[in-house]
C-alpha cells in the first residue's frame, strides 16, 4: 500500500520526494481543483536549502531563487542594528534562499511529476478524515471515495481536517495582535540585491527582500514586502484567509520609515495587489502521532513568520519523516521515531518567535534609539545582539559550521 499525503503545498510536496527517494510509494491527495503558484516570498533557511539540495533541486533553485547574503535589522531610522550572514560564504553549508512561493511549490511539483508521473498528485480530492484498521488506514475523501494506505501524512495547512479529527478538543487559533500586509513590486535592483532587511520594533515593522533569480539576471528586483502593525491585545481567532484582498489605510503607519536604498512609502503605493492576514499560530500539540496517521508542517506546528522559519521547519519535517520511515519501514514506530525529533524542536520554535525569536534586538534598539542623529554602537553593545542571534540559531537549527 502506498502513504498517502494530504496536501499539495511545500511540506507535502518536499515529503513526497524525500520517501520516494527512499525507495517508498507515494501518492499526493489535495483539496484545491487546481494548484496555482499563489502567495508571495518565502524563505528557505540554509538548513533547508541543504534538504533541497540533496533531492538534486539545487540548480533549479539557484535559477528562480535569490541567494540571500544577509539579515539587516534596522531602526525605523535606518540605522544597521546587526547583520546576520546568511550564506556560504560566513560558513553555512548551503545558502539561505530567498523565493516566490508559488514558484518553489512548482519546482517541487515538477520534480516530483518527472519522477513519479503525472499522477503523483490528484486535484480536486481533498481528504475529509480517515479510520484506522489493523492492516493500515482507510482514507475517506469529500467527494465520497476512499482508499487504503499504509500511513496517512497530514500535511493539510494552517486549517488541517486531519489535526482536527486528531485533537477535536483544540482551541481556535491564537492571535497575536498584529495585522500583516503582504506585495511585491518589480523594481530597479535593490541594494546588492542579495539582503533582506527588517526594520522597526515590534508594534510597526517592515519586511522587505527580492525574491526573483530572473529578474536579477535582468538587473531588476522583484521586492517582496510584509508591513505589520500591531493594532490590539492577542486573542482568539477563528477564521484567517492569507489570500484575502488588503485595503491600503495601513501605509500611513510607515511615513517615518527611512531606508537608505529604498522609499518605502513609494514602494507600497506602486504595489498592484496587496493582501492582509492576521498573524497567527497554535500552541504546541502534546502529540501529532495516533497509529498509522501523522502530521507535517503547518498542520502540526503554525507558527508566527518570525525568523522566516515556517516553510523551512516544514521541509525539515519532509527529510525526518523520510529518514525514521526508512529506519523502521512505513510502521507507527517509524512515525512515532519521526515525531520524536521534530515535535520537541518545532514545539520551541513556536514559542520562541512568540517572543519575537531574533528580532528581539529591533526592540532592544527601539527602547534605547529615539532619532536618526543616535548611534548604535554608543548604545548596544554586539555581544548584546549576537546573543540573541546564536540562541536562534540554536533554536531552529541552523548553525553555522563555525559555531
Known amino acids: 500500500m ?57 540548480p533549479a533553485l539557484d535559477d528562480i531563487a535569490i541567494r540571500t547574503r544577509c539579515i539587516e535589522y534596522r531602526t525605523r531610522f535606518g540605522h544597521l542594528i546587526q547583520s546576520d550572514p546568511r550564506s556560504v560564504e560566513y560558513g553555512f553549508e548551503y545558502p539561505q534562499y530567498s523565493v516566490h512561493r508559488g514558484e518553489l511549490q512548482f519546482l517541487l511539483l515538477d520534480a516530483l511529476r518527472q519522477r513519479i508521473g503525472g ?27 476512499g482508499c487504503d494506505a ?16 486528531l485533537h477535536p478538543d483544540e482551541g481556535p487559533a491564537h492571535y497575536e495582535g498584529t495585522m500583516m500586509w503582504r506585495g511585491a513590486n518589480l523594481q530597479a535592483r535593490l541594494g546588492d540585491g542579495r539582503t533582506m532587511f527588517i526594520a522597526g520594533d515590534h508594534d510597526v515593522k517592515f519586511v522587505c527582500y527580492p525574491i526573483s533569480g530572473r529578474a536579477d539576471r535582468e538587473g531588476r528586483s522583484l521586492v517582496n ?45 506602486e504595489t498592484g495587489h496587496i493582501t492582509q492576514y492576521p498573524m497567527i499560530d497554535r500552541d504546541p500539540l502534546p502529540f501529532w502521532t495516533k497509529g498509522r496517521v501523522t502530521l507535517l508542517g503547518d498542520a502540526a506546528h503554525p507558527m508566527y513568520p518570525i525568523g522566516a522559519n515556517g516553510a523551512s521547519q516544514a521541509i525539515m519535517d519532509a527529510e525526518a519523516l523520510a529518514d525514521a520511515l526508512e529506519r523502521h519501514g512505513a510502521t507507527t514506530a517509524g512515525l512515532a521515531a519521526y515525531e520524536d ?7 520551541r520554535v513556536v514559542l520562541t518567535n512568540r517572543q519575537s525569536g531574533p528580532e528581539k534586538v529591533l526592540d532592544i534598539a527601539a527602547a534605547r534609539v529615539k532619532g536618526p542623529q543616535d548611534r548604535i554602537e554608543d548604545l548596544i553593545t554586539p555581544e548584546e545582539l549576537e546573543a540573541v542571534a546564536a540562541g536562534y ?7 553555522r559550521k563555525t559555531d
Open 341 to 347: 525529533v521534530r515535535r520537541p524542536v518545532t514545539s
Open 150 to 165: 499504509a500511513l496517512l501524512i497530514g500535511a493539510d495547512g494552517f486549517h488541517s481536517r486531519l489535526r482536527r479529527q
Open 225 to 269: 514586502w510584509v508591513a505589520e502593525v500591531r493594532r490590539d491585545q492577542p486573542r482568539a481567532a477563528e477564521t484567517a484567509d492569507w489570500t484575502a484582498e488588503g485595503g491600503r489605510d495601513f501605509i500611513a503607519a510607515f511615513a517615518g520609515f527611512l531606508m537608505p536604498d529604498i522609499d518605502v512609502m513609494k514602494l507600497l503605493r
Open 119 to 145: 499522477d503523483a498528485v490528484i486535484a480536486d480530492k481533498g481528504v475529509a478524515g480517515f479510520r484506522q484498521h489493523a492492516g493500515g488506514v482507510t482514507v475517506t475523501c469529500d467527494d465520497g471515495t
Open 2 to 58: 502506498k502513504i498517502v499525503i494530504a496536501g499539495a503545498g511545500i511540506g507535502g510536496l518536499t515529503a513526497a520526494l524525500c520517501l520516494q527517494r527512499k525507495g517508498f510509494d507515494v501518492q499526493i491527495l489535495e483539496q484545491v481543483r487546481e494548484i496555482r503558484p499563489l502567495g508571495v516570498g518565502i524563505n528557505v533557511m540554509p538548513y533547508a536549502a541543504g534538504v533541497l539540495h540533496r533531492l538534486g533541486l539545487g
Open 393 to 399: 540559531r540554536d533554536i531552529a537549527g541552523f548553525q
